[in-house]
């Protein structure tokens, strides 16, 4: 994938021209061209578009999407084996470089936007301004700061940990302060921290309580980390907006009460899946890891089938089976082991994640007056989701910034 130069005449708009459109919610075959000005979509339509922009044909091969959305990304860890000393062992100035090359890696796997639901000293936010200003640079971010956690508590080295009610009152008008534009919150432990137990909780209810409401008041949602039964159980009682990863763990498993499972379904929270596997790393981890999180993901489909909300975070940069710009690989997933249909699965990476990350009514959707983020593919990915993998073009902000010749997809799971 390269990157494609920014011609002076594509300032002003652009043409795209492929054989068929996915437009976030519905597919169809047939040629369409999508005419975007300033940043904006302009004209959808399924005659051949001509006037004074420059025009990119991809062939009758081909089809358009909107850009894919992750729901959840680091991008201040790198997916090595070890990204939490990695990213100890870096300045702020070393870590933003290479979050600068994480961005780099969405944008050229056709992600146009992310929420980053975890940095160190507000990196993320840094580099959203950023890619803002540069559409080549990197997707658009959407960044809550370090996660509000506990002393010791999951993450704690990020920079986030706070104790009692004013602490967290404080933690959430901090992110506001600074631009955030999401706040996440650790209602459980997690894997990457030392001593963090992912089945028990770090907060209370009463506390989340405290949380939502003054995002609430601020005008933010909360995203909150959630493996524990107990802590899954308190964040959706309490509010918040989405709950990540949602493994329904205990110290015996991962078996939640039937009425759980259907309380989530039913409460309207947004369930961000961790799904998106580059096939062969994922063959390179233990086979006893690989079962325990097949067995969360039969807990995802199973919440997708009793009707929850649903969208994809990859959880990219904390393993090397999570390198940054892993998401197109969730649509398999979803369709092969979720047992989503191809257009559901495209929906939950581009119009529903757009909801999930405050974007719906701007990005997620190829139709007139939202922002021209699109995505053009070598094949239809409602035949074949793995045509994801095949990417002819990335276009951010109405502006090209990846182009590549038409080629068979690297790799097909």
């Known amino acids: 994938m390269s990157r494609s ?20 919610r519905t597919g169809r075959h047939g040629a369409v061209s999508v005419v975007a000005r300033y940043g904006i979509i302009t004209e959808v339509a399924d005659t051949v578009v001509t ?16 850009g894919l959305i992750d729901a959840h990304v680091h991008l201040v860890f790198d997916g090595s084996a070890d ?89 959430v008008r901090e992110r506001a302060a600074r631009g955030c534009d999401v706040v996440k919150v650790m209602a459980s432990g997690g894997n990457m921290t030392p001593g963090s137990d992912p089945a028990r909780s770090q907060f209370t209810r009463a506390e989340l309580e405290v ?26 009682r309490a509010g918040v907006f989405s709950i990540e990863h949602v493994t329904f763990m205990t110290p015996d498993g991962s078996e939640p009460p039937d009425d759980l499972l259907d309380e989530v379904a ?17 063959a390179q981890v233990p086979a006893a890891d690989r079962a325990m999180v097949e067995h969360w993901y039969e ?3 199973e919440l997708a089938r009793r009707g929850a909300r649903f969208v994809v ?4 940069g904390i393993a090397p089976f999570k390198p940054h710009g892993v998401l197109p690989y969730a649509a398999g997933q979803l369709v092969g082991q979720l047992g989503f249909t191809p257009a559901e699965a495209l929906t939950a990476l581009t119009a529903r994640a757009a909801e999930a990350c405050g974007l719906a009514g701007h990005k997620g959707s190829v139709r007139r007056g939202l922002d021209a983020d699109l995505l053009v593919v070598g094949g239809d990915p409602l035949a074949d989701p793995a045509a994801l993998l095949d990417v002819r073009a990335v276009v951010r902000g109405g502006v090209l910034v990846r182009a590549a010749p038409a080629r068979p997809p690297a790799y097909r799971p």
């Open 5 to 24: 130069p920014m011609a002076e005449d594509e300032d002003e708009g652009i043409v795209l021209r492929a054989g068929g459109l996915f437009d976030g």
């Open 51 to 66: 006037g004074d922009l420059p025009v990119h044909d991809f062939g009758p091969g081909s089809w358009l999407l909107p």
């Open 83 to 171: 990204p939490v000393a990695a990213l100890a062992a870096r300045d702020d100035d070393e870590a933003l470089a290479r979050m600068r090359e994480a961005a780099a890696a969405h944008l050229d796997a056709g992600v146009t936007s992310v929420r980053d639901l975890g940095d160190r000293g507000f990196l993320a936010a840094r580099l959203a301004e950023q890619t803002r200003s540069d559409m080549a640079a990197g997707p658009h971010i959407v960044a809550c700061g370090p996660p509000i956690t506990t002393p010791g508590g999951h993450c704690h080295f990020l920079g986030g940990a706070v104790t009692g009610v004013e602490g967290l009152r404080a933690a």
């Open 211 to 236: 949380v939502v409401e003054e995002a609430r008041r601020l005008g933010l949602k909360v995203a909150a980390h959630t493996h524990g039964v107990a802590a899954i159980a308190d964040a959706v």
């Open 266 to 282: 039913g409460s309207g929270v947004m369930v961000s899946a961790s799904l998106g596997l580059r096939p062969d790393l994922w």
């Open 299 to 301: 807990l995802n489909g």
């Open 313 to 316: 975070g990859s959880d990219a």
